[in-house]
Nanobody, 125 residues
Framework: QVQLVESGGGLVQAGDSLKLSCVAS????????MGWFRQAPGKEREFVAT????????YYANAVKGRFTISRDNAKNTVYLQMNSLKLEDTAVYYC??????????????????WGQGTQVTVSS
């Protein structure tokens, strides 16, 4: 089992930056890709970014490409999401996820096996 705990969310203004962290515990040796997803009120959960096991490959949703950066530090069992130039439409609960059974370098949401509880990001004008 792997447990994931996100942190770093908050209330910011449009144009500001925020960095989310997600710390994994438990059987971290089983983690392959990790990802960030988000869910805004009244909307379905959507993909934000994923990163391969050793960080060599990253993937981004078009809506965040060029503004967000995913990274990971396996020595600290932590994945990060640096969010710059935040927009109102970035407001959502952000979840991190871990793939524990290899599903490629960019798994679909349904392939992720462990999920965090989420951290709220609110962007105001």
């Amino acid at each position: 089992q792997v447990q994931l705990v996100e942190s770093g969310g908050g209330l910011v203004q449009a144009g500001d930056s925020l960095k989310l962290s997600c710390v994994a515990s438990g059987r971290t040796d089983r983690i392959y890709a990790m990802g960030w997803f988000r869910q805004a009120p009244g909307k379905e959960r959507e993909f934000v970014a994923t990163i391969s096991r050793h960080g060599g490959r990253t993937y981004y949703a078009n809506a965040v490409k060029g503004r967000f950066t995913i990274s990971r530090d396996n020595a600290k069992n932590t994945v990060y999401l640096q969010m710059n130039s935040l927009k109102l439409e970035d407001t959502a609960v952000y979840y991190c996820a871990a793939d524990l059974i290899y599903s490629g370098t960019n798994p679909a949401a349904t392939d992720f096996d462990s999920w965090g509880q989420g951290t709220q990001v609110t962007v105001s004008s």
